[in-house]
């Protein structure tokens, strides 16, 4: 070792800024850019997750959107049959009364067939012409169902939950 305090400073003073510069460099060089990096990955992945959570949103409101289109058709489709197989009951009821009053017509002795088809004509048993107020109450419970499911099917676009349509009336479509 040197004797010499001037030459024990000066080595101490270049040992110390060797120490501060590898300080500095070590910051400068390895600290900040791991920590720039870490924050980028961070903010990669805060991305991807916000990405992934939009995709599955979307995924989540097409399907919602898709069944209840589904279902808004269904409910139509239940409303049109519902519709056409009142109507036809209704038909066949009429069908039916027709039927037993020709037939009591043709009991009588001194009723004669010819007299008794222009007497009592019989109605088809489907797609016959039903009575206005029958047909206005067939359609008007159709038309009904059709905008109960309408309203159902905003409901549902709108992200509320639908709420169950009430039951159909009776075989004739009458209230």
């Known amino acids: ?55 599955k949103a979307l995924t989540e409101r097409a399907a919602r959107e898709a069944a209840a289109q589904t279902e ?38 001194f009723a004669t067939e010819e007299g008794c088809r222009a007497k009592v004509p019989v109605r088809p048993e489907r797609d016959c012409a039903l009575p206005a107020q029958v047909a206005d109450a067939l359609t008007r419970a159709r038309d009904e169902r059709k905008s109960q499911c309408l309203a159902r099917l905003e409901a549902m676009q709108r992200g509320r939950p639908a709420s169950p349509l009430p039951p159909t009336g009776d075989a004739t479509g009458l209230p």
């Not at 600290?31 to 990955?41: G, M, S, V």
């Not at 409910?75 to 039916?96: G, I, N, P, Q, V």
């Open 72 to 109: 808004y058709q269904d409910c139509t489709a239940f409303a049109e049959t519902s519709y056409k197989a009142r109507w036809t009951m209704s038909c066949r009821s009429l069908h039916d009364a027709d039927l037993a009053a020709y037939e009591d017509c043709a009991d009588n002795l």
């Open 1 to 55: 070792m040197p004797k010499n305090p001037d030459t024990i400073l000066k080595l101490s003073l270049a040992a110390a800024a060797l120490i501060a510069g590898a300080g500095v460099g070590y910051h400068y060089g390895i600290y900040l850019p791991a920590q720039d990096l870490r924050r980028q990955t961070q903010a990669m992945a805060a991305e991807q997750a916000r990405a992934e959570a939009e995709h």
